[in-house]
């Protein structure tokens, strides 16, 4: 088997049937592929959908009990066929060329194990309630289309919609941390990135590819000011695990100057009620410190998980 191509799912059906029409439209030539969708909530609707595209997709369906986008997906490595993994979200419309320009590209760079390639939102209706060119429009809506060439580029902007990785990495025992990623409505942000960082520190710098394309299909619920606002405090929590708790002054646990900036950020937000653009801003910022403040309060030791232990690649 070439490919395998894995992704998690949990109760979207509707949006599942989208990404699965779509991988039915690849265009994949004389490779050997597979599809692996693993059900984190033992949907009957979603059974009968995966089972539905079965036979064109050479599609599998795996369900896993344990509760966590990264538990399904550690499922799904376990069960794959494939050399190379190509990893996706049940929300993403794929190119026609998409798994032939992952499989090129990676035959372009024979000493490379992790790859990323371009997503674009694709939105159902209206407008985002922000501009495009607002700093946290690209992670809201997973628009991954980097200003850059063919080549070596960091590991935090590999994101899961679009990301390959050699089935080799985890043979060798890596896996996904199943305490980071989406699990109910309030978790860690960062599922699959946190693991591609982790494999960049031990010496396997991922590979953009430009030509490799997703669409990711916003739903309207994500285009309202309180759906940005739940992002921007999970991604709170997962800056929190990044960065670790700063050598500050600590009020309660937390560093005072982000309490200080939080009730900064909060009066602001209800201050330019009317101008809606400065008030969301605001409002964002305010709940990414929070999701923090949360984080710090909660512990960053549960969120933690040791690198698997191969020996470091002299990989690029």
Not at 75 to 99: H, M, N, P, S, Y
Not at 127 to 133: D, G, V
Request: with cysteine; glycine share 8%; charged share 25%.
């Amino acid at each position: 088997m070439d490919i395998s191509i894995l992704l998690a799912t949990y109760r979207r059906p509707d949006l599942l049937s989208k990404t699965l029409e779509s991988l039915g439209r690849l265009e994949t030539g004389p490779l050997s592929w597979e599809v692996i969708v693993a059900d984190n909530a033992g949907d009957e609707a979603t059974r009968a959908l995966v089972q539905r595209f079965g036979g064109s997709l050479n599609a599998r369906y795996l369900v896993e009990t344990r509760r966590g986008k990264n538990n399904a997906l550690n499922r799904a490595v376990r069960e794959a066929k494939g050399k190379l993994f190509l990893f996706t979200d049940d929300d993403v419309i794929a190119d026609r060329r998409w798994c032939v320009e992952m499989w090129e590209g990676a035959a372009r760079w024979p000493d490379t194990a992790v790859f990323g390639g371009r997503i674009i939102p694709a939105f159902h209706s209206g407008r985002a309630p922000l501009s495009r060119k607002h700093p946290f429009f690209k992670f809201a809506y997973v628009h991954a289309e980097w200003k850059i060439e063919e080549g070596p580029y960091e590991a935090s902007h590999v994101w899961g919609p679009n990301m390959a990785i050699r089935a080799e990495l985890f043979r060798k025992g890596w896996k996904f941390n199943p305490n980071i990623g989406p699990n109910g409505k309030n978790y860690v942000m960062g599922s699959e990135t946190e693991l591609t960082i982790r494999l960049e520190k031990s010496g396997y710098r991922p590979v953009y590819l430009p030509k490799s394309l997703v669409h990711h299909q916003i739903r309207p619920e994500q285009l309202k000011a309180r759906w940005l606002f739940q992002r921007s405090f999970r991604d709170g929590r997962q800056r929190a695990v990044c960065l670790g708790l700063p050598d500050v002054p600590l009020l309660f646990g937390v560093p005072r100057y982000m309490v200080r900036k939080l009730v900064e950020n909060r009066i602001k937000h209800f201050i330019f009620f009317y101008d809606r653009e400065r008030s969301i801003d605001f409002g964002i910022k305010y709940w990414n410190l929070r999701g923090m403040l949360y984080q710090y309060r909660q512990g960053l030791s549960g969120t933690q998980q040791p690198p698997a232990v191969p020996e470091l690649s002299d990989r690029s």
